[in-house]
T-cell receptor
Framework: EAQVTQNPRYLITVTGKKLTVTCSQN?????MSWYRQDPGLGLRQIYY???????DKGDVPEGYKVSRKEKRNFPLILESPSPNQTSLYFC???????????FGPGTRLLVL | GENVEQHPSTLSVQEGDSAVIKCTYS??????FPWYKQELGKRPQLIID?????GEKKDQRIAVTLNKTAKHFSLHITETQPEDSAVYFC???????????FGKGTKLSVKP
């Protein structure tokens, strides 16, 4: 089954404790992206990757890192999480057209 | 920078009525305009999209119209049903890069 998976789905952590949210897709998509969703603010892009070893900042990249060492995986790294990073995070992928995006199930993060 | 504005933020209709959600975009190079539906607790999913060489597209009870001159596009849902209740997001691509910029969403409630 074609899908985008994320782990973990729920995470509670404390300020400053490094964490990684994994994202994996099995559709051989070149393009992958991370979004955060906050009430009243919609979906805001954090980082995106157009292919292996190619990443770029989105609209809200501060406090986040990403890597794209393999085509199928695009982890999101929070080196020193802060409470303002409490949010719902979505990973998405799309093919060469980079248009129709398929979203993962979401990761709900709470930073205390 | 580029942005997508979406109105209204909330919309309540009676079952059977029509619902219209409107978006405007700022990037003249945008040529792809998808609409996503997000049910409560779920991931966003593509419901319909339109490209700049087409003025209107229909799929059963939903339709999207595009006015490139005015940089407007709209989602029309006819004969609404309770299962249409969700948050709807419009988006536009950032020209050749293909990144999607999302509107802030419209929460549609269909009352039985």
């Amino acid at each position: 089954e074609a899908q985008v998976t994320q782990n973990p789905r729920y995470l509670i952590t404390v300020t400053g404790k490094k964490l990684t949210v994994t994202c994996s897709q099995n559709m051989n998509h070149e393009y992958m992206s991370w979004y955060r969703q906050d009430p009243g603010l919609g979906l805001r892009q954090i980082y995106y990757s157009m292919n292996v070893e190619v990443t770029d900042k989105g609209d809200v990249p501060e406090g986040y890192k990403v890597s794209r060492k393999e085509k199928r995986n695009f982890p999101l790294i929070l080196e020193s999480p802060s409470p303002n990073q409490t949010s719902l995070y979505f990973c998405a992928s799309s093919g060469q057209g980079r248009e129709t995006q398929y979203f993962g199930p979401g990761t709900r993060l709470l930073v205390l | 920078g580029e942005n997508v504005e979406q109105h209204p933020s909330t919309l309540s209709v009676q079952e059977g009525d029509s619902a219209v959600i409107k978006c405007t975009y700022s990037d003249s190079a945008s040529n792809y305009f998808p609409w996503y539906k997000q049910e409560l607790g779920k991931r966003p999913q593509l419901i319909i999209d339109i490209r700049s060489n087409v003025g209107e597209k229909k799929d059963q009870r939903i339709a999207v119209t595009l006015n490139k001159t005015a940089k407007h596009f709209s989602l029309h849902i006819t004969e609404t049903q309770p299962e249409d209740s969700a948050v709807y997001f419009c988006a536009a691509n950032r020209g050749s890069q293909g990144n999607l910029i999302f509107g802030k969403g419209t929460k549609l409630s269909v009352k039985p």
